[in-house]
C-alpha cells in the first residue's frame, strides 16, 4: 500500500510540474521591445497601443501599458515598415480616459521608428491629452 501511495504521489508530482496535458509550463518573458507612455512627466498606465503601418491599416501588434508606463510587444512585423502609425485608447476604470480630440491630433502625426533599429521609445502625451472623468459629468 506504501508503494502504490508512494507512485501516486510521484505521478501527483509530474503532473503538477508538467501541467494536465504533459507540456512544461509556459513562462512569458518581457520582452526587450518596448514603447514608454508618459503624461506629464508621469508614467501612464492601462494605455492600449496599436502600431499600424498606415492610418487606416489594419493593427500590426499591440500592447498595453504596465504601471510603469511600459507596453511591450511582441508580435512585430518581420521586415518592419518604415514608420509606425500609432493609436491609442485608454482601457482604465480609474477615473480617467484619453481625451480623443488632442489624442487624434498626436496620433496623425506621431510615427514610430522600426523597432529594430530602435527598440526602446518613449510618446509624451502632450497637455490636456488625459481627461478625468468626473469633469465630463
Not at 482604465?92 to 498626436?106: C, H, I
Request: hydrophobic letters at 40%; charged letters at 15%.
Amino acid at each position: 500500500m506504501i508503494t502504490h501511495a508512494g507512485a501516486l504521489l510521484l505521478a501527483g508530482a509530474a503532473i503538477a510540474v508538467t501541467g494536465c496535458d504533459g507540456t512544461s509550463p509556459k513562462t512569458t518573458t518581457a520582452s526587450t521591445t518596448f514603447v514608454t507612455v508618459v503624461y506629464d512627466g508621469t508614467p501612464l498606465a492601462n494605455v492600449q497601443v496599436l502600431l499600424k503601418q498606415s492610418p487606416g491599416g489594419a493593427t500590426l501588434d499591440r500592447a498595453v501599458t504596465n504601471s510603469r508606463g511600459v507596453a511591450h510587444f511582441h508580435a512585430l512585423p518581420s521586415p518592419e515598415p518604415e514608420s509606425y502609425v500609432v493609436a491609442m485608447e485608454s482601457i482604465s476604470d480609474g477615473g480617467w480616459m484619453l481625451k480623443a480630440s488632442v489624442m487624434e491630433k498626436l496620433c496623425d502625426s506621431l510615427r514610430l521608428k522600426p523597432f529594430s533599429e530602435t527598440p526602446q521609445q518613449t510618446i509624451e502625451l502632450p497637455r490636456r491629452a488625459v481627461q478625468s472623468l468626473s469633469s465630463i459629468h
